[in-house]
């Protein structure tokens, strides 16, 4: 496959239902953010989560998102394609095998002084021999062993267009799932080594997303810099938030695009994305592009409510 050219933004939805309206305000973003610096825009499918990802949802998103009035640069990468590049990264990363259980990790992780939500290295320093005895133990009961990253730093520091320079910690990512040894197969990448492979050959130099993902950015731009890739400049915009400030959720009503077409105009759905982002008078993307001023956006995170 050629080599994309960046400088490039994106918008990476995994295709597991369809887009509600938080996703699709996102989207709209990440399209303003590009066009308007002049960049490429990339839709990427990240379906390597087969379990839970479908083409038939990929269709969708993409036919929504076309349905808003957003336009892609071609091609749209899968990832389940890219099964070869994450090998390729892998082989060039200093990396661990892993034999834990996630209750493994739950419970090493609720011992004094851990951190929580990283994992805590019980697999890091092993000998050869406590690794060859730890392989076998999995093997009878026919799991793999997972591969993790072996970090170098325990923080490091991004840049971000609404918080500034972000430091986080960086812990031993998950690159490759372990499974069972009768299920595995090209698709058990994580997200984390995906994502920045992925961005690294669609030249995408620009991330625009959900603040929820912002404490992912460190360990994320610790991989690209340890796989000599350009460090992207990361988005981090706020997210549509239900009644009540949980996470947006079927039980908000109609926030999908679908949904909402049942009793509306697309154009009136443009507006009220457009509505979020405190430009109400505009009812289409182009629209937006000549107003969007990414100084002014709210940076709180914006209520939905049945519109
Ligand atoms: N695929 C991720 C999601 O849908 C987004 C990943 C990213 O933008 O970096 O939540």
């Excluded at 239902?17 to 990240?46: I, P």
């Excluded at 957003?70 to 090998?87: E, I, T």
């Excluded at 026919?142 to 812990?171: C, N, Q």
Aim: hydrophobic residues 40%; proline residues 5%; negative net charge.
């Amino acid at each position: 496959m050629a080599v994309f050219q960046g400088p490039a933004g994106r918008y990476a939805p995994s295709p597991s239902g369809d887009l509600h309206f938080g996703n699709l305000r996102t989207a709209v973003l990440a399209w303003l953010f590009a066009r308007q610096s002049g960049r490429k825009f990339f839709l990427r499918v990240e379906d390597i989560d087969s379990e839970r990802s479908s083409a038939e949802s990929a269709l969708r998103q993409i036919e929504d998102l076309e349905a808003l009035g957003l336009d892609f640069d071609p091609p749209v990468l899968y990832q389940h394609d890219r099964g070869d590049a994450y090998a390729d990264a892998l082989a060039r990363l200093d990396t661990y095998e892993c034999y834990c259980t996630r209750r493994d990790i739950r419970e090493a992780a609720s011992a004094p002084h851990a951190q929580p939500g990283m994992y805590p290295g019980t697999c890091r320093d092993l000998t050869e021999e406590q690794r060859a005895l730890r392989r076998r133990d999995l093997a009878d009961e026919g799991r793999l062993p997972a591969i993790r990253l072996r970090a170098h730093v325990r923080e490091w520091t991004v840049e971000d267009f609404y918080h500034g320079a972000y430091t986080g910690p960086v812990d031993d990512v998950i690159l490759k799932r372990g499974g069972r040894v009768d299920q595995a197969q090209a698709g058990d990448w994580a997200y984390n080594l995906a994502v920045v492979v992925d961005d690294g050959f669609q030249g995408v130099d620009q991330v625009v997303r959900g603040d929820d993902l912002l404490f992912s950015a460190p360990a994320q731009a610790y991989l690209a810099d340890q796989l000599s890739l350009v460090t992207p400049f990361y988005i981090h915009v706020p997210l549509v938030v239900g009644p009540g400030g949980r996470r947006l959720a079927k039980r908000d009503g109609a926030v999908t695009l679908r949904e909402m077409l049942a009793d509306k105009r697309q154009s009136d759905i443009v507006r009220d994305i457009a509505g979020s982002l405190g430009y109400g008078q505009v009812d289409s993307v182009n629209g937006l592009l000549d107003v969007f001023e990414p100084s002014q956006l709210s940076r709180d995170p914006w209520t939905w409510e049945s519109l």
